[in-house]
């Protein structure tokens, strides 16, 4: 009778380590595709600015139909959940790259980048 007791202990806690391990494992990839979510709608935000800059005219202090010389506000270049910057810009396409702070495979932080034309605004996750 103890050696059943003694196998069904060490049988529950197997059981108990692999539920563990998993739940860790469910928790981190939660974590992650909540940060992409977030740094899409940071990098979405910001692409709404520029559209702002796109259709203000220029003695209102905007692009007057061109997305040059917009920047991104210096308090918004870095938060708490990545660091965003202005890969491209031409007059009439912005691409903003949102790097989050969480390493989604490996050593790679996840990345997100969003196109903003005058008509569009598109996401899409780099890693």
């Not at 009778?1 to 563990?20: E, T």
């Not at 691409?95 to 495979?105: D, H, R």
Request: no cysteine.
């Amino acid at each position: 009778m103890g050696q059943q007791q003694l196998l069904l202990i060490v049988l529950a806690l197997i059981i108990v380590g692999i539920a563990i391990a998993v739940s860790i494992q469910l928790f981190r990839s939660n974590a992650i595709e909540s940060k992409r979510d977030i740094l899409i709608v940071e990098t979405t935000s910001l692409g709404l600015m520029a559209l702002q800059y796109y259709k203000k005219p220029a003695e209102l202090g905007g692009g007057s139909k061109s997305f040059e010389g917009w920047k991104i506000p210096s308090q918004l270049r870095t938060t708490e959940n990545g660091n965003f910057k202005i890969s491209t810009t031409s007059a009439t396409e912005l691409i903003i790259t949102g790097t989050g702070t969480e390493v989604g495979t490996g050593t790679d932080s996840i990345e997100v980048q969003t196109t903003v034309t005058a008509n569009d605004i598109n996401s899409i996750i780099i890693n």
